[in-house]
C-alpha cells in the first residue's frame, strides 16, 4: 500500500517532502495539515505528526493521523464569513468602524475615509490609523459627551442611537445619524451622513410654513376634508364664518354639519360625485 495514494493530488509533492526530509532526514517531528481522499472519494483533512524508526531491522516511519475536517470547515466558513463582511463593509456609504475596549480603531471601511469628524488629508489608507485611539482621531468626542457614551455601550451592552451636528468650515454644518452597538469586547459604530436629508425636512419645513401663512391670510373661508368627509383643517376666515372661536371645536367632526339641515342631502351628493370623480 502506497500512502501518497491516499494524499489529494495537490497536497501529494508536499506530502512526500514531508515523509523524505522531515520525517526521515530530520525526524522534525512537525505537526503538518493536509487533505487525504477515502476510498469512497471524500475528500478529508487531516493532521499528521510522524518520527523514523525501526521495524523489523528496517528504517520506518510512525504516523498520527487526527481528523480535523470539521475544524477546517468551520474555519473556511469563517474565511468566508469574514470576506462577506470585508466586502460589504467596504461597498456601503455609511462609515463602518470598529473599537476595540480601550476604544482604539481595530477596523473601518473606505467611506470612513471621508468621515467629516476626521478630516483626513487627501491620499490616506485607512493602515495609517488602526490601533490609534478615538480621542486622537477625533479629539472633541469626549467633551461632547459621546465618548463616555460609548464606553457605556462596550460596559452595557445596550446600544444607542443619536444624531449629531458636526461644523465643517469648506460646507456648512454636517449632518450625521449614529449607531453605536458592542461587538465582541469592543464597538461598532455606523455612521451616516444625512445632511442633505436634513435639507430636504427644512425645506419642507419652509414650504410647509409659507402654505400655512397663505392659507391663513386668505380672506374666502377654507375647510378641508378627508375622503371620509371629517374635517382636518379650517382657516380663520372660516372658523369666523360658521361661528367657531377655535379649531378644536371641528376638527375631526363631520363636514355636513357645517352645512344647514335643509341642504346636507344635497351637500352630500356633491361630495359623493366629487370623490367619485377623483
Same mark, same amino acid.
Given at each position: 500500500?502506497?500512502?501518497?495514494?491516499?494524499?489529494?493530488?495537490?497536497?501529494?509533492?508536499?506530502?512526500?517532502?514531508?515523509?523524505?526530509?522531515?520525517?526521515?532526514?530530520?525526524?522534525?517531528?512537525?505537526?503538518?495539515?493536509?487533505?487525504?481522499?477515502?476510498?469512497?472519494?471524500?475528500?478529508?483533512?487531516?493532521?499528521?505528526?510522524?518520527?523514523?524508526?525501526?521495524?523489523?531491522?528496517?528504517?520506518?516511519?510512525?504516523?498520527?493521523?487526527?481528523?480535523?475536517?470539521?475544524?477546517?470547515?468551520?474555519?473556511?466558513?469563517?474565511?468566508?464569513?469574514?470576506?462577506?463582511?470585508?466586502?460589504?463593509?467596504?461597498?456601503?456609504?455609511?462609515?463602518?468602524?470598529?473599537?476595540?475596549?480601550?476604544?482604539?480603531?481595530?477596523?473601518?471601511?473606505?467611506?470612513?475615509?471621508?468621515?467629516?469628524?476626521? #478630516? !483626513?488629508?487627501?491620499?490616506?489608507?485607512? $493602515?495609517?490609523? @488602526? &490601533?490609534? %485611539?478615538? /480621542?486622537? +482621531?477625533?479629539p472633541h468626542v469626549k467633551e461632547r459627551g459621546k465618548y463616555d457614551q460609548y464606553l457605556e455601550v462596550i460596559k452595557t451592552g445596550k446600544p444607542f442611537f443619536t444624531e449629531d451636528i458636526v461644523p465643517y468650515p469648506k460646507h456648512g454644518d454636517v449632518h450625521l445619524e449614529v449607531r453605536?452597538?458592542?461587538?465582541?469586547?469592543?464597538?461598532?459604530?455606523?455612521?451616516?451622513?444625512?445632511?442633505e436629508r436634513k435639507r430636504m425636512e427644512d425645506e419642507l419645513r419652509e414650504s410647509e410654513e409659507k402654505l400655512r401663512i397663505m392659507f391663513e391670510s386668505i380672506r374666502d373661508g377654507i375647510t378641508v376634508t378627508d375622503l371620509e368627509g371629517r374635517i382636518i383643517e379650517m382657516n380663520e376666515?372660516?372658523? #369666523? !364664518?360658521?361661528?367657531?372661536?377655535?379649531? $378644536?371645536?371641528? @376638527? &375631526?367632526? %363631520?363636514? /355636513?354639519? +357645517?352645512?344647514?339641515?335643509?341642504?346636507?342631502?344635497?351637500?352630500?351628493?356633491?361630495?359623493?360625485?366629487?370623490?367619485?370623480?377623483?
Amino acid at each position: 500500500l502506497n500512502m501518497l495514494e491516499y494524499i489529494h493530488p495537490d497536497d501529494r509533492d508536499r506530502g512526500l517532502g514531508i515523509i523524505v526530509e522531515d520525517m526521515f532526514e530530520k525526524d522534525l517531528r512537525r505537526v503538518n495539515e493536509f487533505r487525504t481522499i477515502t476510498k469512497d472519494g471524500e475528500v478529508k483533512w487531516l493532521s499528521a505528526v510522524g518520527t523514523k524508526i525501526e521495524y523489523q531491522g528496517k528504517p520506518a516511519g510512525l504516523v498520527s493521523f487526527m481528523d480535523i475536517t470539521e475544524r477546517k470547515r468551520a474555519e473556511e466558513a469563517l474565511r468566508e464569513s469574514e470576506e462577506k463582511l470585508r466586502l460589504f463593509m467596504e461597498s456601503a456609504t455609511d462609515f463602518f468602524t470598529i473599537w476595540d475596549s480601550e476604544l482604539n480603531l481595530v477596523d473601518l471601511n473606505e467611506a470612513s475615509l471621508r468621515y467629516p469628524l476626521i #478630516r !483626513l488629508p487627501a491620499g490616506v489608507k485607512k $493602515e495609517d490609523f @488602526i &490601533g490609534k %485611539n478615538m /480621542l486622537e +482621531l477625533e479629539p472633541h468626542v469626549k467633551e461632547r459627551g459621546k465618548y463616555d457614551q460609548y464606553l457605556e455601550v462596550i460596559k452595557t451592552g445596550k446600544p444607542f442611537f443619536t444624531e449629531d451636528i458636526v461644523p465643517y468650515p469648506k460646507h456648512g454644518d454636517v449632518h450625521l445619524e449614529v449607531r453605536a452597538f458592542k461587538v465582541g469586547d469592543g464597538l461598532g459604530i455606523v455612521t451616516a451622513d444625512i445632511t442633505e436629508r436634513k435639507r430636504m425636512e427644512d425645506e419642507l419645513r419652509e414650504s410647509e410654513e409659507k402654505l400655512r401663512i397663505m392659507f391663513e391670510s386668505i380672506r374666502d373661508g377654507i375647510t378641508v376634508t378627508d375622503l371620509e368627509g371629517r374635517i382636518i383643517e379650517m382657516n380663520e376666515a372660516a372658523l #369666523r !364664518l360658521h361661528g367657531f372661536s377655535n379649531r $378644536e371645536e371641528v @376638527i &375631526g367632526q %363631520n363636514g /355636513l354639519m +357645517l352645512a344647514a339641515e335643509k341642504d346636507r342631502a344635497r351637500a352630500r351628493e356633491n361630495a359623493r360625485r366629487t370623490f367619485k370623480e377623483e
